[in-house]
């Protein structure tokens, strides 16, 4: 069995892929290694050589505890947002609200609220998600997601951004967390073209106050207070250069405790910011 597993990854090597691309594929697609599904293994293969993302081929991706299903509906999770889970449960636990109500505004997948939810539950907190998202399609990815991991604290909304999102939750966040969209068109016209198989919705921002891609993170940032619970948070990812634009928006609207977060690699990715005590 080794023996056929090692000719069949070197076989796929030699076809292109990379060798831990190509133990994925067969992994998912054939991991008895089993001949009657060599077909749909090399089915899988085609596509990644053809660009394909791999997690889109494979259906399904790792994301904080959650194995969170994905496809060309929603943006690939991505490892910088698995911090902004840590960082959104940091502000969290600052609030002591024992029962918070949390949005996440973009959810796509519902990897950031579900994620939140879960390792709330893990630490004995109840909370409840509302998962915003203006796609239908990506809606109907997050509510799949929130059956597969039975998380039936979460809600979604078709909504662009807060505009329709029930008014009796006004004042009632203590979290609101979003990964909206910060990418300038020109920008993305020069990024890697393997992002074209994401939605563009899900990447590409108009551009505010001479900053390229920021109109969806303005627009959040200057409508979330009105939302949150004295005390409580706003965490948004961004872009590397959106850092200043980003805070100055943050103090303008009324926030306080306003800080910019450095991702792993340094670079300057998160805003948080505390709405007034009162
Ligand atoms: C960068 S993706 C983030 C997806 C997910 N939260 C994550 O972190 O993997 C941005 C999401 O925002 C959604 N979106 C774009 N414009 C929006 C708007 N005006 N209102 C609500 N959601 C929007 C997109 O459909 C997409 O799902």
């Not at 990024?191 to 994401?198: G, Q, S």
């Not at 390229?212 to 200057?222: C, K, M, W």
């Not at 943050?250 to 300057?268: I, W, Y």
Request: glycine share 8%; net charge negative; proline share 6%.
């Amino acid at each position: 069995m080794t023996d056929v597993r090692s000719t069949l990854t070197t076989q796929l090597v030699e076809r292109g892929l990379e060798r831990r691309e190509a133990n994925w594929l067969i992994d998912e697609f054939a991991p008895g290694l089993d001949p009657d599904f060599f077909p749909v293994l090399d089915g899988a293969v085609v596509r990644r050589l053809a660009g394909e993302p791999l997690q889109y081929i494979i259906g399904h991706w790792p994301f904080r505890s959650l194995d969170l299903d994905v496809d060309p509906r929603v943006l690939i999770p991505r490892p910088e947002t698995e911090e902004l889970v840590a960082h959104a449960l940091l502000a969290l636990s600052r609030t002591n609200d024992v029962s918070p109500l949390i949005g996440d505004l973009g959810c796509g997948s519902g990897a950031i609220g579900l994620a939140l939810l879960v390792e709330l539950a893990e630490r004995g907190v109840a909370a409840t998600l509302v998962g915003v998202d203006e796609s239908q399609d990506a809606l109907a990815v997050a509510k799949r997601n929130a059956l597969k991991h039975a998380l039936s604290a979460a809600s979604f909304v078709q909504s662009s951004w807060l505009s329709q999102v029930d008014e009796s939750l006004r004042g009632r966040f203590s979290l609101i967390v979003a990964n909206p969209p910060y990418v300038g068109s020109e920008e993305y016209r020069e990024l890697d073209p393997v992002l074209r198989y994401e939605p563009r919705g899900a990447l590409v921002a108009e551009d505010a106050h001479d900053t390229p891609g920021l109109a969806d993170l303005v627009e959040i940032i200057s409508t979330a207070r009105a939302w949150l619970r004295p005390g409580a948070y706003l965490l948004c990812e961004h872009g590397y250069q959106q850092g200043d634009a980003t805070r100055a928006c943050a103090l303008a609207a009324g926030f306080l405790e306003v800080e910019t977060v450095a991702d792993m690699a340094g670079h300057p990715r998160f805003l948080v910011a505390r709405n007034p005590a009162c």
